[in-house]
C-alpha cells in the first residue's frame, strides 16, 4: 500500500481556544484505542495543530478506515504520501508520480496547495504550489488549472517530511467520547433509544446503559437482541457497561393495581427512578432516552413532563424533534436498524394499555401511585439489588 500515514482532520476541536489540546489529547487516545482492532503497528502523534498516523508495518487500508470513521472527532481522513526533503526537484518527480497513480483520469483541474511548517524550507509556500503546478502540466498535458473549484485540491505540507494528499474521507464529526462527561441511557430494543446512544456519544459523552427485561414475558432473545444492539453502538463509544433490570414482578404490581390507561406513564416513571439510581452510581451526569415529541402516546409534552418528574437529574432526548425516518436514516447509518426490528418484543410493548392517556395529570398519577405504597419501595430495591452487569463491547 502507497500510503504509509494519515493526516486526521478535526473541526470543532480547532475553536477550544486554550482547552484545545485537551480534546486533541482525547482525540488521540480514541484514535489509539479504534486501532487496536486492526492488524498492524500504527504510531499516532499530534504536531503543530495536526494528528498524523504513522504506518510501521503491513495493514488493511479499508479496515483502517473503517475504523477512523467511527471515532467522533474526526471530520476528515487524508491518506497520505510522505517522501523525505531532496530538493524541490526530486519533490516534484514525487508528486507527478502521485498524481499519475492516485488520479488515473487526467482530464481534470487541479489546484496545489502549499503549508511551509518547516521554515527553513528555501522556497516560500507560493513559489512552491506555483512551481508544483508548472511541472504538473508539463507532465499531463490534458490538465488544467483552476483555482476556484478544482476537481483534484493537491495538498503539500513541508515539515521534517514532506506530506502529500489529495483525497479527504468524511469522518462521524462530533466531538471525542468522554470529554464532555458520562450519561445513562434507557436503552430497550427499538429503534430509537441505541441511535439516541449514538447521537449523545457523538457530542463527547460516554454513555453506560440500563435495560429493563421481563422473563418469562420477554425471552432471552429479546434480551440478546438488546446486547447485540449495544455491541453495535460500542463500535462508536467504546465499552458500555449494561445494566440489565428485572422488571417483571414491578410490571405485574403496577398492572394489577394501578388503572390500564396510565399503565406505560407509571412504569416508565419508575424505569426512570431506577436508572438514575444507576446513573448516580456511576458517576453519570443525566440520562438519557430515544423519545421524541409525538411519536407515540407516552411521548407527548405531557407525558414526557410526567416522567421528568421522578427525576433529580437531567433528561437528554437527542431525538426530540426528529421524525421516525430521520431516526431510521441514522439507524441504518450506524447499522443498528436490521437488528432492532427483530420480532422479540421487550417489556415496553408487552404491558402496553390499548387506549393509553396521552395528557396525564401528574397529581391523578401520584394518586394511583399510593396504591403501590405497601410493597413498591421493596420491589424497587429487589429489582436494583438483582440487576445483572453486562460489559459490552464492539464486536
Known amino acids: 500500500m502507497m500510503f504509509k500515514a494519515f493526516l486526521i482532520k478535526y473541526g470543532e476541536i480547532g475553536i477550544k481556544g486554550k482547552n484545545r489540546h485537551l480534546f486533541e489529547n482525547a482525540l488521540v487516545r480514541q484514535i489509539k484505542y479504534a486501532l487496536k482492532s486492526v492488524d498492524g503497528e500504527f504510531e499516532v502523534t499530534k504536531e503543530q495543530g495536526r494528528i498524523y498516523i504513522e504506518v510501521l508495518s503491513e495493514y488493511d487500508y479499508d479496515e483502517v478506515i473503517e475504523s477512523l470513521q467511527r471515532v467522533f472527532g ?32 487526467k482530464k481534470k483541474t487541479f489546484k496545489v496547495n502549499t503549508r511551509r511548517a ?40 513541508i515539515r521534517n517530511k514532506i506530506y502529500i494528499y489529495s483525497k479527504t474521507i468524511p469522518g462521524p464529526g462530533g466531538m471525542p467520547v468522554g470529554t464532555n462527561g458520562k450519561a445513562m441511557l434507557l436503552l430497550s430494543g427499538g429503534i430509537d433509544s441505541p441511535v439516541a446512544g449514538y447521537m449523545i456519544a457523538k457530542r463527547g459523552v460516554k454513555i453506560d446503559a440500563t435495560y429493563f427485561h421481563a422473563p418469562p414475558y420477554t425471552s432471552e432473545r ?36 394501578c388503572p390500564h390507561d396510565e399503565l406505560t406513564i407509571i ?88 387506549h393509553p392517556v396521552t395528557k396525564p395529570n401528574i397529581n391523578v398519577i401520584k394518586r394511583s401511585e399510593r396504591k403501590l405504597e405497601q410493597n413498591i419501595e421493596d420491589m424497587l430495591r429487589i429489582a436494583i439489588e438483582s440487576t445483572e452487569k453486562i460489559v459490552v463491547t464492539a464486536d
Do not use: W
Not at 126 to 152: C, N, Q, R, Y
Not at 222 to 247: E, M, S, W
Not at 294 to 311: D, K, P
Open 222 to 257: 429479546a434480551k440478546q437482541k438488546v446486547i447485540d444492539l449495544a455491541k453495535k453502538v460500542a463500535r462508536f463509544t467504546g465499552p458500555i457497561y449494561l445494566n440489565v433490570v428485572n422488571f417483571t414482578d414491578i410490571q405485574l404490581y403496577i398492572y394489577e393495581n
Open 74 to 105: 474526526i471530520v476528515g481522513i487524508c491518506p497520505v504520501v510522505h517522501v523525505e526533503d531532496k530538493g524541490f526537484d526530486e519533490l516534484a518527480k514525487d508528486v507527478v508520480a502521485y498524481l499519475d497513480l492516485v488520479h488515473p483520469d
Open 267 to 354: 412504569m416508565r416513571r419508575y424505569m426512570m427512578k431506577i436508572a438514575e439510581h444507576f446513573a448516580k452510581e456511576s458517576g453519570s451526569l443525566g440520562l438519557v432516552t430515544g423519545e421524541s415529541i409525538g411519536q407515540v402516546a407516552s411521548q407527548t409534552m405531557q407525558s414526557l413532563a410526567a416522567t421528568n418528574e421522578v427525576c433529580s437529574m437531567p433528561v437528554y432526548r437527542p431525538l426530540i424533534g426528529f421524525d421516525k425516518q430521520e431516526i431510521i436514516d441514522v439507524s441504518n447509518k450506524i447499522d443498528t436498524f436490521e437488528t432492532s426490528i427483530l420480532p422479540y418484543e421487550d417489556c415496553c410493548t408487552i404491558f402496553v394499555a390499548k
Open 118 to 157: 518547516k521554515k527553513s524550507y528555501p522556497m516560500s509556500s507560493m513559489e512552491v504550489s506555483a512551481g508544483l503546478g508548472g511541472k504538473i502540466l508539463e507532465a499531463f498535458e490534458e490538465m488544467k488549472v483552476d483555482v476556484h473549484t478544482p476537481d483534484i485540491l493537491l495538498n503539500i505540507e
